[in-house]
């Protein structure tokens, strides 16, 4: 049996070309702020992943079938519904901090919001940190 590979994949597509090319200039300027608290917080620099992902850092995993890979610490990307931020250590830890960020929605490790402006940056940069020291220590939900 062939082994899986993943799609989304670390490239050397430019990310000022591909958050420029962002039609609206609300979601355009919402990542370029959400990159520079991502970039802040891991001390790493914007890289693409597949087409439309900007990750921050790295990690390498190792599933209990013995898969294994490396993926972002942190990440978002510009969907058409919503802006979709990757937390990779889950939100099982964040209850209070999710509780007082504002208007969003989430998935096992996303965070959706419709705009920056809904939410409590202060609080947004504390997530991104909390998660970044979790998925530094291990603590990852994917």
């Given at each position: ?47 693409m992943w597949g087409a439309s992902i900007i990750g921050f850092g790295t990690y390498n ?17 510009p969907r058409k519904a919503n802006l979709t931020l990757y937390i990779m250590s889950g ?22 919001v419709k705009r920056l402006s809904d939410l409590d940056e202060k609080v947004l940069m ?17």
């Open positions: 049996m062939a082994k899986a590979e993943l799609k989304t994949k670390l490239n050397d597509a430019s990310v000022e070309d591909f958050i420029n090319k962002i039609a609206d200039e609300n979601i355009r300027e919402d990542c370029k702020k959400v990159s520079e608290m991502m970039e802040k917080a891991t001390g790493a620099k914007a890289k995993y190792k599933y209990a079938s013995g898969r294994e890979g490396e993926w972002m610490e942190i990440g978002f990307s939100f099982t830890k964040y209850a209070e901090l999710l509780a007082k960020i504002g208007k969003h929605k989430t998935g096992k490790s996303c965070l959706y504390e997530l991104i940190e909390n998660s970044i020291e979790n998925v530094r220590k291990g603590n990852i939900q994917f």
